[in-house]
């Protein structure tokens, strides 16, 4: 099992992380045959990790049924890049107050994963932010069904990291998935989470 705290998170990013724009994260990782989009939308989400004095943890939303796109999925705080944000940061920061209630004085940005493209046409930048309690959470309820936690640990633990496979246009895909009580973590989500796990730990053990 492996212990992460907040220093070691920050030491993970220390300098930064140039983003492989060439080819990046997407869907496509577990499909060879599947092309991402030529012309992809910005978008980008918080990877929030939350320092509770029993140990770190991870912030997820689940999707409000009524929402045309991707209904009661599991999904970080984000969207889509507007044209007043000032950078895939500001876009982050300002979709996680939107959706969760949770203002940026609380969130310290610690760094950024791949670019992740998805065949939706969507090219996401993953912000990692650590947040300090005591916050707010206030849940959109025309976009956010339910605001949840799960330990940090969970996801460190590669065993954790399944691959499931459905069939989509004729064709089997496979993806992530990392199903948790409830809640079943999959897709996008589930493949910038494989990132940053990349990032905190050594492939020893991949």
């Given at each position: 099992?492996?212990?992460?705290?907040?220093?070691?998170?920050?030491?993970?990013?220390?300098?930064?992380?140039?983003?492989?724009?060439?080819?990046?994260?997407?869907?496509?990782?577990?499909?060879?045959?599947?092309?991402?989009?030529?012309?992809?939308?910005?978008?980008?989400v918080l990877i929030p990790?939350?320092?509770?004095?029993?140990?770190?943890?991870?912030?997820?939303?689940?999707?409000?049924?009524?929402?045309?796109?991707?209904?009661?999925?599991?999904?970080?705080?984000?969207?889509?890049?507007?044209?007043?944000?000032?950078?895939?940061?500001?876009?982050?920061?300002?979709?996680?107050?939107?959706?969760?209630?949770?203002?940026?004085?609380?969130?310290?940005?610690?760094?950024?994963?791949?670019?992740?493209?998805?065949?939706?046409?969507?090219?996401?930048?993953?912000?990692?932010?650590?947040?300090?309690?005591?916050?707010?959470?206030?849940?959109?309820?025309?976009?956010?069904?339910?605001?949840?936690?799960v330990p940090l640990a969970?996801?460190?633990?590669?065993?954790?990291?399944?691959?499931?496979?459905?069939?989509?246009?004729?064709?089997?895909?496979?993806?992530?998935?990392?199903?948790?009580?409830?809640?079943?973590?999959?897709?996008?989500?589930?493949?910038?989470?494989?990132?940053?796990?990349?990032?905190?730990?050594?492939?020893?053990?991949?």
């Amino acid at each position: 099992m492996h212990n992460f705290d907040s220093s070691r998170l920050r030491s993970a990013f220390q300098g930064g992380r140039p983003q492989d724009t060439e080819k990046g994260r997407g869907d496509h990782d577990l499909n060879p045959d599947m092309k991402p989009p030529v012309k992809n939308r910005p978008a980008s989400v918080l990877i929030p990790i939350v320092e509770r004095d029993e140990g770190l943890t991870m912030l997820l939303t689940k999707r409000s049924e009524d929402l045309p796109v991707h209904p009661g999925q599991v999904s970080f705080p984000g969207g889509r890049a507007e044209s007043h944000d000032d950078g895939p940061v500001d876009t982050a920061l300002r979709e996680t107050e939107e959706e969760v209630g949770i203002h940026r004085r609380h969130i310290d940005i610690v760094g950024q994963l791949d670019l992740y493209s998805t065949r939706t046409g969507f090219e996401i930048t993953p912000v990692v932010g650590l947040l300090t309690p005591p916050f707010d959470m206030r849940a959109d309820p025309m976009e956010v069904q339910e605001i949840f936690e799960v330990p940090l640990a969970f996801f460190l633990d590669r065993k954790n990291h399944e691959r499931h496979s459905r069939e989509w246009n004729n064709k089997i895909r496979s993806f992530y998935a990392m199903p948790y009580g409830d809640y079943y973590i999959w897709g996008a989500t589930a493949g910038m989470l494989v990132n940053f796990v990349d990032v905190l730990l050594p492939r020893v053990d991949a």
